[in-house]
């Protein structure tokens, strides 16, 4: 008969083999449910096809051997920044080491401003091991895939290592020297040329040392901006309420819940707890009877979507009708446009979503998803105001974030000023901006107008590559620090490990700025809890935050607020795309996150959620939409956009929305480690600050 490859699948054949009875219950992907020859090859080797070998002639053997080698590079702790030392035994061994058994250290890791609390286990002095912290309502023991694989970044071989200027190595003393003679100038105009731009900030104390900053120098500017922020869940907030605020959720007290768009149990502030609350719900003990149940409505399939017992794939503008239809069927107080187009609800989901909800009371739940529009999100909040579960399921505090900006503005700001000649220092505080800008901004062309350019990175990346000095990021393993949790628990981040390298924090390359310079960064950590506290014993206090993993009773007090009524809706939002065109869809890699992770050999190997994917993203496009344009799996197609394009992969996704192909950010890196450089495509240039997360064509 004739071969079958993955790049040819009858997709008519593989619905009437769907359609037939008797046929698979479970398939894991197009090709097993085709069987092609390649998926049959695929099943008898150990790895997927190309994965044997990289583009650059480096054997996947030699990159078992470089991640071995980065392994190793855990016995070489404190070698590289330590003076030469004669080596003699113990005479007394450190209390509670035993070779062999290992000790736990309660820290957080942080990702978009938000912590969560982790145990790590480590042998000898050196980690190896990270689990969620069983104390810690942010995780109760849990973890996700990128805290595990974040132990692998801290031996990774290709991390910066070095202070440089120019792109030769130089010394921390020197920097300090450049930049000393340029804060001298910017104190004689109170700062007035000086910017600062940092990723969303949740430490306390690190906003406490920016304020002083910003204190030093007045007319001074702070800018925030990463890729994955959350400006549309702040400013539906703000439109709901006229203010900024937290919002998270106990799902352990849902009966039914509600998902738009939103991949609550996988990615995202607070996704562990969620995750562990919703899986106990569906253990039945003790006579119980009755499951939670979950509806999901989005765009693309996702980890949330594919446990779902109710799930609908609609593009972005169907699920805003849809979400307007309910609101008013459960009688949620709107101000809309006559012209308002009304949701077809041919799958016949709204009346008994709406008496699903509305018999939970307040045991119901509705989430949406961080990229959604701020109306949405607003809309989100009076449901839930309506439905009367604040309180049980649905609970404010005050924001996460030390200053809760619109990042996207921000961003836009920032490049006006830098063209505009306004900005003489730049000192960037961790991120990537000239990778993962909005492609409208061009701040590459910005950053040349500056004359003092530095940054705090991680890796030597695309922006070092602009800057005149760059300066190591420490691992967080390795640093002092605080964090917000999801429900604004509060947590000391403390290090297992002196630095592997020549490395800074955050709070040490501003402290230095404010002259604070060699100044223990956990004596300035202890000094602002200390303030903070009202305990009898702020040294037992102390020790038991750093056993435990959190700063007892610091959380943000549980806030009422007031809804805005009514719901102000535009004429725009729900409004259908139309029939000939089609919606991009716009989301953070579910491992690499926003490119930052893309050196991780782990999570480079491990299989993406629903796609199975490695090494690589793609056009996510469903079976409908992909004959509709004449495209096969693996075909390269140029998505463009008025102004700018990318060439992506095709992959056909089952369960994807009709009309929305969906493209996943952090690939296509020009500058990082030798894991990640070249891998996938570069999807930042369609995003603008207007459009960050998806266009309408």
């Given at each position: 008969g ?19 009875p008797?046929?698979p ?22 790895f ?13 053997r ?103 200027n ?24 109170k ?8 990723e ?6 690190l ?6 900053l ?33 919002t998270y ?68 503008a169907?699920?805003e ?10 009688g ?23 008496a ?43 924001p ?18 830098m ?34 350019r ?37 947590s ?30 956990r ?5 602002y809890?200390?303030?903070e ?36 809706i ?18 953070p ?33 469903s ?19 008025p ?22 950010l ?6 990082t ?25």
């Amino acid at each position: 008969g004739q071969t079958i490859s993955r790049k040819q699948l009858n997709l008519d054949d593989l619905r009437g083999r769907l359609a037939r009875p008797g046929g698979p219950a479970y398939w894991r992907s197009l090709d097993e449910l085709a069987g092609t020859e390649e998926f049959e090859a695929m099943l008898h080797r150990e790895f997927p096809e190309q994965a044997s070998e990289w583009s650059d002639g480096v054997s996947r053997r030699n990159f078992l051997k470089l991640m071995g080698a980065s392994l190793a590079f855990g016995g070489l702790s404190n070698c590289t920044i330590q003076p030469e030392e004669k080596i003699v035994p113990w005479v007394r061994a450190p209390e509670n080491l035993i070779p062999g058994k290992p000790l736990y250290y309660a820290t957080a890791m942080t990702l978009g401003g938000v912590g969560t609390g982790v145990l790590v286990e480590s042998h000898m002095g050196r980690p190896t091991k990270i689990e969620g912290n069983p104390e810690h309502p942010s995780s109760l023991g849990g973890t996700d895939a990128i805290t595990q694989a974040s132990i692998l970044d801290l031996y990774d071989p290709d991390r910066a290592t070095a202070v440089k200027n120019a792109g030769r190595i130089a010394t921390w003393g020197g920097f300090l020297q450049n930049l000393d003679q340029e804060l001298t100038l910017q104190r004689s105009q109170k700062g007035k040329g000086l910017r600062i731009l940092t990723e969303t900030v949740g430490s306390p104390t690190l906003g406490q040392q920016l304020s002083f900053l910003l204190e030093e120098f007045p007319e001074a500017r702070w800018h925030q901006y990463e890729p994955a922020a959350r400006d549309n869940v702040r400013t539906g907030a703000a439109l709901a309420f006229g203010e900024p605020v937290n919002t998270y959720f106990d799902v352990a007290k849902a009966d039914v819940i509600l998902s738009l768009d939103a991949d609550i149990f996988n990615s995202g502030a607070g996704s562990v707890r969620y995750a562990r609350d919703y899986a106990a719900r569906r253990r039945l003990r003790n006579g119980e009877s009755e499951l939670n149940r979950l509806y999901v409505v989005e765009t693309s399939p996702s980890s949330t979507g594919s446990i779902a017992d109710h799930r609908l794939a609609l593009d972005s503008a169907a699920i805003e009708a849809f979400a307007l239809a309910l609101a008013g069927k459960l009688g949620v107080k709107l101000e809309n446009s006559p012209e308002q187009p009304s949701y077809d609800d041919r799958a016949g989901w709204i009346d008994a979503l709406a008496a699903d909800l509305r018999n939970a009371g307040a045991a119901s739940l509705v989430v949406v998803g961080d990229q959604q529009a701020p109306i949405l999100h607003a809309l989100g909040h009076a449901i839930n105001q309506s439905l009367g579960n604040i309180g049980t399921t649905v609970h404010y505090t005050d924001p996460l974030e030390v200053d809760p900006v619109d990042e996207s503005r921000s961003m836009h700001e920032l490049v006006a000023s830098m063209l505009a000649d306004e900005v003489e220092v730049l000192i960037i505080v961790g991120g990537n901006p000239v990778f993962d800008a909005p492609g409208d901004l061009d701040f590459t062309e910005a950053m040349e107008h500056v004359g003092f350019r530095a940054q705090l990175s991680f890796y030597e990346d695309e922006t070092s590559e602009r800057c005149h000095w760059h300066v190591p990021q420490s691992h967080y393993l390795e640093a002092w620090s605080d964090i917000r949790a999801y429900d604004s628990t509060a947590s000391i981040v403390q290090p297992l490990i002196q630095p592997l390298y020549n490395s800074k924090s955050a709070h040490e390359l501003i402290g230095a700025m404010i002259g604070q310079a060699g100044l223990p960064i956990r004596d300035i950590l202890r000094e602002y809890w200390q303030q903070e506290t009202f305990a009898d014993d702020f040294d037992e206090f102390w020790v038991r935050a750093l056993h435990d993993g959190l700063l007892a009773d610091m959380a943000f007090d549980r806030r009422r607020v007031r809804l805005r009524s009514p719901i102000k809706i535009s004429r725009e939002f729900g409004r259908p795309r139309g029939d000939d065109k089609f919606e991009l869809a716009m989301r953070p890699d579910p491992l690499i996150w926003d490119g930052r992770f893309v050196n991780n050999g782990w999570l480079q190997e491990t299989p993406k959620p629903i796609t199975k994917l490695t090494w690589d993203n793609a056009a996510l496009m469903s079976p409908t939409t992909a004959e509709r344009m004449g495209v096969d799996n693996e075909q390269v197609i140029d998505l463009t956009l008025p102004g700018r394009s990318a060439l992506a992969p095709v992959w056909i996704v089952p369960g994807q929305a009709d009309g929305v192909i969906t493209v996943q950010l952090g690939y296509g890196r020009r500058l990082t480690g030798r894991v990640g450089t070249g891998a996938g495509f570069d999807a930042g240039p369609l995003r603008t600050s207007a459009q960050m997360w998806g266009a309408r064509d």
